[in-house]
């Protein structure tokens, strides 16, 4: 409905914003978020830069990886490389980050409302900020789960004890062939739990998740909902962006709200529904906590 139309970029922020979106907080019915990658980028998890060159260094000089995400997609030789990139990765970004001060800050803005979290984001920072597991629905996978590579089957594994023995115990980006994880069915290599092609995983747990949020959207249909997007980028529109446009444009009493640097835009169609905020995500939950 929205991908062809045109829109209204926003810029420059404004006390009139801030408050607008800081009342329909309070006054919402139902607020559902809908987070992206720019948000743990806000709470400091940066895939480039020196927090790259901190970790990485070693695997930029041999191979000429630049950034995290890139690397994630390197065709390395041996499945002992590949896994000394992704327990490392997965270690500093699942296991030891810390829950990010704009996930804490979210939190204390939405506790006490009736809300639910839609995100592409598979780090874990939600539930570390206090979010109820059961109003969290993380649609592109999770760094802590892995499940077999074919998959030959529809389940998936926690694999923090081994993340962090590969982690331990690799030498000259390699792990011991040992550490390789294997699929308990059939064998054939595990793989981290993220949405990169056909062979991703639904689990129970996905589908669980997925069934909440549908019925959360059809309790809140014609009530007054906040449909709150954070630092959602262009690369899968499809899951937050549109979906929520098509949702503010269907209910008169529904509001739409963006907050991104750079990229704070709404159709014209719903643009009296629409408050955008272009603005570092972090500064503007910090000004909507004041």
């Not at 062809?4 to 019915?29: H, P, Q, V, Y």
């Not at 978020?33 to 970790?55: H, M, Q």
């Not at 990169?196 to 589908?207: A, I, K, P, R, S």
Request: charged residues 25%; negative net charge; glycine residues 6%.
């Amino acid at each position: 409905m929205f991908s062809r139309t045109s829109t209204c970029k926003f810029t420059g922020t404004s006390s009139d914003n801030i408050f607008r979106l800081k009342n329909e907080i309070n006054t919402a019915d139902a607020i559902i978020i809908g987070a992206g990658a720019g948000l743990s980028t806000s709470a400091g998890l940066s895939y480039s830069g020196e927090r790259f060159e901190k970790y990485f260094s070693d695997f930029h000089k041999k191979y000429g990886i630049n950034d995290m995400y890139s690397g994630g997609f390197y065709p390395f030789d041996s499945l002992e490389e590949f896994w000394a990139w992704w327990s490392r990765h997965i270690l500093i970004n699942r296991y030891e980050a810390g829950v990010g001060k704009p996930y804490s800050d979210l939190f204390e803005l939405v506790k006490d409302k009736d809300y639910f979290v839609l995100t592409t984001n598979v780090d874990h920072q939600f539930q570390l900020a206090s979010f109820d597991k059961k109003r969290l629905f993380y649609t592109q996978g999770d760094y802590g789960l892995w499940q077999c590579s074919k998959p030959c089957h529809n389940k998936t594994y926690d694999n923090e004890e081994a993340v962090r023995r590969m982690a331990a115990e690799q030498k000259d980006m390699k792990i011991p062939s040992e550490l390789i994880p294997r699929c308990p069915i059939c064998g054939a290599p595990m793989n981290v739990n993220l949405r990169c092609d056909e062979t991703f995983v639904e689990d129970e747990g996905w589908h669980r998740a997925a069934e909440r949020y549908s019925e959360f959207i059809r309790r809140h249909e014609n009530l007054h909902v906040l449909f709150l997007e954070l630092d959602v980028g262009g690369n899968t529109p499809v899951i937050i962006k549109y979906p929520f446009w098509q949702m503010t444009a269907k209910n008169p009493k529904a509001v739409y709200a963006c907050i991104n640097y750079g990229e704070s835009l709404c159709p014209k169609e719903i643009m009296k529904q629409s408050i955008c905020i272009d603005d570092d995500i972090g500064k503007t939950l910090t000004k909507l906590l004041i």
